[in-house]
């Protein structure tokens, strides 16, 4: 027996091979049948006569969407065939027949989104959904690939932690024994800085959490992301790092997915424009941008998503903005020593409207300013002890920034929702399955 996947049928012209895997899809056309099996790797399309194999013609007649099946045939090249190939089957092992009274829920058909946020663990058999699944996988690797090779060391942060870091009021509260109440982090920097201080350049990949009220199509309760620190580092190293990155990411996507980005008809010509320089404004020109298009923000106001759009679609990448006024943005940030009402840090937007990919920049070095802070922001100084101690203890200028994950995946694959991107979403409301 030659036991292969969908993907590798190629190499086996001309052979009978084993696949293991699921029915997608059925048709009959008078005494032939044309299976669909999928298997994870891709679908292939079977051949069945009842002339030359009756046994697995009648089996095979049987069969409802999703049973598990092993199947053996003989592998032909065909240019009508999605995949290129085709199976003429010669036996077949059914593993579990999913009855006819109890069908599989999702149907090739439309069905609402509830629908199928509720059944996500079924839904995501789907190619289109496994399609983005085998991207995101890919856009995690070439992540740590690119931060591996440019000499970053990995540090996770811990997910539990005694403290707020991007504002109390989006913390999830657990119970952490006794009287203990314990936080699930917001981001994993402050750790991260601790890291970067003992081995120069680290970064942590790991989920994330926020208690944000907020049902948009770019927010999730819990997600992944990955935060590079950097000893020395300032501002304008981390905007080129995190330019690189990205497009690091995009282009490996573009090389080792595109089966899977025409899957999702995404329009690849915008992603192939995702190389460096990525354009760079500054926060008092984009404030001039939106007023020029009739947007009301004034300076000193945040940018919300309609905002965002509006500066996103100026450019054909994505687009840096850096020096926002220190008094929108956390509390941990260096002001820029020629106008200290602005915070030396940026975000980076994605374009099509896929909003703020990166948060980052320069960290307060100095104790006493990073005191003062923490008080203004009534923060609990004994919460942040050990990251006052950072700045006692051969303190440093270091920077480093946040790659949203889901963010970054839903721009690339061209998803209405972020909700799609990740294997088990987590946002306001629904927590099953
Ligand atoms: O801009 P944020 O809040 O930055 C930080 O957390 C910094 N401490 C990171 C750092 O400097 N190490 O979040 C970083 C990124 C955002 O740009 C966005 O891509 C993503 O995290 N993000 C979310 N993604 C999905 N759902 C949410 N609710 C998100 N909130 C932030
Ligand atoms: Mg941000």
Redesign the pocket.
């Known amino acids: 027996m030659l036991l292969t996947t969908i993907e590798d049928v190629g190499r086996y012209q001309g052979q009978q091979v084993t696949i293991r895997g699921w029915l997608y899809n059925l048709r009959e056309s008078g005494k032939l049948l044309f299976p669909i099996f999928r298997d994870g790797t891709g679908l292939i399309q079977g051949v069945v006569s009842q002339k030359e194999h009756p046994a697995v013609f009648e089996t095979v007649r049987e069969l409802t969407q999703e049973s598990s099946v092993v199947v053996t045939g003989i592998v032909r090249a065909d240019a009508r065939a999605p995949g290129g190939y085709e199976l003429a089957l010669t036996g077949i092992e059914v593993i579990q027949r999913v009855p006819e009274n109890d069908p599989f829920p999702i149907q090739r058909k439309e069905h609402g989104v509830d629908f199928l946020l509720s059944h996500r663990h079924l839904w995501l058999r789907t190619p289109r959904q496994t399609a983005i699944l085998r991207i995101r996988a890919e856009a995690i690797r070439a992540a740590r690939n690119f931060m591996d090779s440019q000499g970053y060391i990995l540090t996770d942060s811990p997910i539990f932690t005694p403290a707020a870091?991007?504002g109390t009021t989006t913390l999830f509260e657990v119970d952490y024994f006794e009287d203990e109440k314990a936080y699930l982090t917001?981001?994993?920097?402050l750790y991260?800085e601790a890291t970067a201080a003992a081995l120069g350049k680290v970064y942590c990949f790991g989920p994330?959490f926020?208690a944000?009220k907020?049902k948009t199509r770019?927010?999730?309760?819990e997600?992944w992301?990955l935060?590079p620190?950097a000893a020395f580092a300032r501002l304008d190293d981390m905007m080129e790092l995190g330019e690189q990155l990205v497009s690091h990411i995009v282009q490996s996507v573009l090389a080792h997915r595109r089966r899977e980005l025409d899957t999702l008809k995404r329009d690849t010509a915008r992603l192939e424009a995702v190389r460096p320089p990525f354009p760079r404004i500054t926060y008092d020109e984009a404030i001039a941008i939106l007023q020029k298009h009739g947007n009301p923000t004034r300076w000193g106001e945040d940018f919300g998503g309609d905002e965002e759009t509006i500066l996103s679609s100026q450019f054909d990448r994505p687009v840096i903005i850096h020096r926002y006024p220190a008094a929108i943005k956390?509390f941990y940030m260096q002001p820029d020593p020629q106008r200290p009402e602005l915070a030396l840090g940026f975000?980076m937007l994605a374009p099509e409207g896929y909003g703020?990919?990166?948060?980052?920049?320069e960290r307060i070095s100095d104790y006493d300013l990073l005191l003062r802070r923490l008080r203004e922001n009534n923060l609990p100084e004994e919460a942040f002890r050990w990251y006052l101690d950072l700045r006692r203890y051969g303190s440093v200028p270091h920077a480093?920034?946040?790659?949203?994950l889901?963010?970054?995946v839903a721009w690339i694959c061209g998803t209405e929702h972020?909700r799609e991107v990740i294997p088990f979403p987590r946002m306001l409301y629904r927590i099953y399955p």
């Open positions: 870091c991007e917001q981001s994993g920097q991260v994330t926020r944000e907020s770019r927010h999730l309760t997600f992301m935060e620190e956390a975000d703020e990919i990166i948060g980052g920049g480093g920034f946040g790659l949203g889901e963010r970054t972020i």
